[in-house]
């Protein structure tokens, strides 16, 4: 069934065609791991352990501290040397576990469950596993999982929408987990709509990844999902297809309201990555320790798309895939519309870090910024609805509330914007900056 789209867009060069086709593969185990406490949108955890510790694979290293957190899990088994301070891919710096492994073997506490035992799970126990599992949006976002299967009575909720979009360029590790683990994402996904008690699921996938699509048709034929009414969607591949709101606003036509949150409107959104961890959680008691990554960009010398386990640094990945071609002009972690840049190589893969990019000069790009000529290019591709321009122009001016009033706060940080915009005007830096004012202010 093919779709019509949300409004805006753009249409950045794809290059994916490095990985698509490059099978998953687990990366070398690390001889060390930085495991950050804060991973996830919300309260960062409290340490569970302490220097000398003695852990193994899948012991908790943090507790989380309220409802919006998310429990962290070694990824390695081996000795707790540190507690400190370090290179953080989000947020600059923050506090973490550092873990020696061992060098022995590698000791897991995971213990997989029957299949007449998951069937005999009440939604509830089902939330307690995904809680406890330490599962967040693996689409980057990173929001713990539990919460969004937790919609309160007053936003019932009617469909659950399986994100495979990836509109992302260069990214291919959702593409390459749908062509290779289409079966396990669908069990994911059956697991999410008993929590949520809804009947009505749509996965949704851009029409640039036939196999992906193949696949996960093919998955959904069989007879083992019969019961579930789960809809395959191809969407037209266009920028930013997966975010949230714009996804709801393709598939199913309905329209998450300012401020609001898809359960607004009877819909709970998660990434094909995160159906997957959940179906890891029940199935196989494993908490979230690894996840797919794509390693591209003109830089390396061989493109992948590698299994990590979380807390490998950058700078041993790179050494995996056999060095650099030349020294990058930009390290980036996520696609390159929405993703951050980095100033060091010792920075760990953390569960939100969907892609890591190193970009020629020819890649990044980066053009000196002219004068507004007033084209409304990034006023028609936005696909918030607002004016980007103006509303640079307000917080150039220190005019924090009229930007507000003019929207500020709908943009979703797309990027589509700056892409289009002939005078390269960062806008969305700007934007950020006029937002974080705003909270500021509150
Ligand atoms: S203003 Fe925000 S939502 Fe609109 S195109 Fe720019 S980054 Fe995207
Ligand atoms: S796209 Fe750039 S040059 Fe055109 S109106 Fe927007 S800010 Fe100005």
Known sequence: MSRKTFYGGVHPPGNKHRTSSVPIRKAALPKKVVIPLAQHTGSPCEA?????????????????????????????????????????????RALAVVIENDGVREEEVFIPRRNDEIESLSKEALLEIVKNSGIVGLGGAAFPTHVKLS??????????????????????????????????????????????????????????????IEAIRKALLSTKYEILSAKLVVLPTKYPQGAEKQLIRSVLNRVVPEGGLPMDVGCVVNNVGTALAVYEAVYKGKALIERCVTVSGGCVKEPAN????????????????????????KVIFGGPMMGIAQYTMDVPVVKGTSGILFLSKAEAADAAESVC?????????????????????????????????????????????????????????????????????K
Not at 187 to 206: Q, R
Not at 315 to 323: A, D, R, T
């Open 373 to 441: 000529i007033r084209c409304s290019r990034c006023v028609q591709v936005c696909p918030a609805g607002i004016m980007p321009t103006t509303i640079a122009n307000l917080v150039k001016r220190t005019r924090f509330t009229e930007a507000k009033e003019f929207g500020i706060t709908q943009c979703i940080e797309c990027g589509a914007c700056v892409y289009e915009c002939p005078a390269k005007i960062p806008l969305l830096d700007y934007i950020k900056f006029g937002k974080s004012k705003l909270i500021v202010k």
């Open 306 to 329: 590698l299994q990590v386990r979380i807390g490998t640094l950058v700078s041993s990945l790179i050494e995996e895939l056999g060095g650099l071609n030349e020294p990058p002009a």
């Open 151 to 212: 919609p309160p009575e007053s936003k019932p909720v009617d469909t659950f929408l399986l994100n495979g979009a990836e509109c992302e360029p260069y990214l291919t590790c959702d593409e390459r987990l749908m062509i290779e683990r289409a079966d396990d994402i669908l069990k994911g996904l059956a697991i999410i709509c008993k929590i949520l008690g809804v009947n009505d699921a749509c996965i949704a996938i851009e029409n640039n990844k036939p196999l992906a």
């Open 48 to 92: 569970a352990v302490a220097v000398n510790d003695e852990v193994k694979t899948g012991s908790v290293l943090g507790k989380a501290s309220g409802f919006i957190s998310s429990p962290v899990h070694a990824s390695i088994s081996g000795k707790v040397k540190k507690i400190t301070h370090m290179p953080h891919p989000v947020f600059s």
